[in-house]
């Protein structure tokens, strides 16, 4: 008797992506306005180079695949995903070529890391996709460092598994007091503070070593000095970098494109526009407790009652940790402002 397999609910899709002799693997260095520039991972025919590619029209929807083995792999959903970019910078894909300059984009790889941030009414946009680390740029002076803003990018970073590095730049306009006093808060926590300055070449071989073999992007706000700093570790890329306004310190945006560039010590780097604010993605106050690294151990005593939100109630372990000064004040304060915000916007 030959046996009849379950019908299943899946409505057959008119098409099926899947990988063929035609097609090429490449890493997404750049997105603008529709077009994407590709770099072509060298193989046995061709050198590295880089393409113009268009996106596959089908692609503009987000497919989830069947995952039976013995069948050729078939759209079993599509639907039109929350955020508009189904291609970020840093995406590995799949294209074939129209010519040696120009290709479609066929299919783009699962990402194993997104930095994003919810811009407004929930509506998300990726900046960069399978990063190592975060390279969170601040600047000592002009303008002066936000803690409360370093803290929102320490999460953004920690929730999205990327390993942060912390810059203080313009390290030449202040003293070692005003350094410490701003930053040491953050070496104190255990993480890696690095103190530069693209004018006068300080911590640059410390930075090239960082950024060595890995993918990185580096964020922050407006006129800190990311892209100088990245001119400063390979002075040929000639980044366009900004005077800043001497009255209101604020940053003209110099940078406008999100560019992956490949660094001659091996790896690459993203060069992002500075974000005034940097909206966070929905999480809940667990996920958020996971951006601030050094509660961890204040919470290893559990809270005398289970469902403890750390604000009011007795017997709380984080509030414990603060008022024996095992953790500060002020990133306590900074976890309830973000977990308030956080929880107002749903
Ligand atoms: N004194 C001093 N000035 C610096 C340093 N690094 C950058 N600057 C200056 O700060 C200003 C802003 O630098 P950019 O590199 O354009 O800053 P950015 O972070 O890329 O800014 P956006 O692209 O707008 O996000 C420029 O006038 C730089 O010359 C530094 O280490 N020391
Ligand atoms: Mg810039
Ligand atoms: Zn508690």
Not at 150 to 173: C, F, Q, Y
Request: overall charge neutral; aromatic content about 6%.
């Amino acid at each position: 008797m030959t046996k009849i397999s379950p019908v299943t609910e899946v409505e057959p899709f008119p098409f099926e992506p899947m990988p063929h002799a035609g097609m090429h693997e490449g890493l997404v260095l750049k997105v603008h306005s529709g077009q994407f520039i590709v770099h072509a991972d060298a193989d046995k025919e061709s050198r590295p180079h880089s393409l113009h590619c268009t996106l596959r029209g089908n692609l503009k929807k987000k497919f989830t695949y069947s995952s039976s083995g013995s069948q050729p792999r078939r759209v079993t959903r599509a639907k039109q995903p929350r955020h508009a970019d189904v291609v970020a910078v840093g995406d590995r894909v799949l294209y074939t070529t129209e010519d040696e300059q120009t290709g479609v984009i066929e299919e783009v790889l699962p990402r194993t890391t997104r930095f994003a941030r919810s811009a407004f009414r929930g509506r998300e946009q990726t900046l960069v996709t399978n990063l190592d680390q975060l390279v969170i740029v601040f600047a000592c002076v002009e303008p002066n460092p936000d803690l409360w803003r370093i803290d929102r990018w320490i999460v953004a970073a920690e929730s999205n598994g990327l390993e942060p590095l912390i810059i203080a730049n313009k390290r030449d306009r202040t003293d070692e007091a005003t350094f410490q006093e701003r930053f040491e808060e953050y070496a104190r926590i255990g993480y890696r503070v690095l103190a530069t300055s693209a004018k006068q070449n300080i911590g640059i071989t410390e930075l090239r070593a960082a950024l060595r073999g890995r993918v990185s992007a580096f964020t922050g706000p407006s006129g800190v000095g990311k892209s100088s700093l990245l001119n400063s570790v390979q002075p040929e890329l000639k980044l366009d970098t900004g005077e800043i306004g001497l009255v209101t310190f604020k940053g003209r945006h110099t940078t406008t494109v999100r560019e992956l560039i490949p660094l001659e010590t091996g790896g690459w780097v993203a060069d992002t526009p500075g974000l005034r604010n940097l909206e966070l993605l929905a999480m809940s106050r667990e996920e958020l407790l996971e951006g601030f690294i050094e509660f961890a151990a204040a919470l290893e005593t559990p809270c005398r009652f289970r469902n403890c939100i750390h604000e009011n109630e007795p017997g709380c372990s984080l509030k414990a940790a603060v008022a024996n000064g095992q953790i500060s004040q002020r990133r306590y304060d900074s976890f309830l402002l973000l977990a308030r915000e956080l929880e107002s916007a749903r």
